[in-house]
């Protein structure tokens, strides 16, 4: 069964640095997400993305974050400069289009912020 | 009020008992409407969408109340496997969604 997978599963960094997080989005998907849970709290909306282009984003991505497809297959989340509050479950998902409600996550990456 | 609100649980049934959930949201522009379940430190994973007329998946059943702002989802004769952490999810005009904070349930021997 086609997955969506993410890598590092685990990341610790002290705050102020630079983290990518990466993900290999299902291969016929065309829509792709960032979501983050901070522990014990509900999932959020961070990003999406299509056709090489943010199509919507949320009040928490600010200027610290950036999304991009650098090749054909990863879908990257960079946090420039990390915050303690940065700590985190993040998930990537993908889905087939837009008005679907269906999105398959990865696994997550845990971010630890010192 | 908050978007989507659930009962956080713990919802601690035997085994073959029926449970039901329920979450109400704010918005009443949400378009649709599905529940998510998820376990314990997973990604969530869609369990079925929800529907006006209702709808039926093997052991679920979920209903949505657009007037009240109302979703429901019923689970009869429960499993141990059933055990996680169930997330009513909305969507809205664009392709973002909205989850609640879920109910947990702990189906038991």
């Known amino acids: 069964e086609p997955e969506v997978t993410q890598t590092p599963s685990h990341q610790v960094t002290q705050m102020g640095q630079e983290v990518i997080l990466r993900c290999v989005p299902i291969?016929?998907?065309?829509?792709f997400y960032w979501y983050r849970q901070i522990l014990g709290q509900k999932v959020e909306f961070l990003v999406s993305?299509?056709?090489?282009?943010?199509?919507?984003k949320s009040e928490i991505f600010d200027d610290q974050f950036s999304v991009e497809r650098p090749d054909g297959s990863n879908f990257t989340l960079k946090i420039r400069s990390t915050k303690l509050e940065d700590s985190a479950m993040y998930f990537c998902?993908?889905?087939?289009?837009?008005?679907?409600?269906?999105?398959?996550f990865g696994e997550g990456s845990r971010l630890t912020v010192l | 009020r908050k978007e989507v609100e659930q009962d956080p649980g713990p919802f601690n049934v035997p085994e073959g008992a029926t449970v039901a959930f329920n979450c109400t949201y704010s918005?009443?522009?949400?378009?649709?409407f599905f529940w998510y379940r998820q376990d314990c430190r997973k990604e969530p994973k869609l369990l079925m969408s929800?529907?006006?007329s209702g709808n039926e998946d093997g052991r679920f059943t979920a209903q949505l109340n657009r007037a009240s702002q109302y979703i429901s989802l019923l689970i009869r004769d429960s499993k141990l496997s059933d055990s996680a952490t169930y997330l009513c999810v909305l969507q809205g005009g664009g392709n973002k969604l909205t989850f609640g904070t879920g109910t947990q349930l702990k189906v038991e021997l």
């Open positions: 918005n009443s522009a949400s378009q649709s």
């Open positions: 993305f299509y056709n090489n282009e943010i199509s919507e």
């Open positions: 929800v529907y006006s």
């Open positions: 998902a993908s889905s087939t289009d837009r008005s679907t409600g269906e999105l398959f």
């Open positions: 291969s016929n998907h065309l829509y």
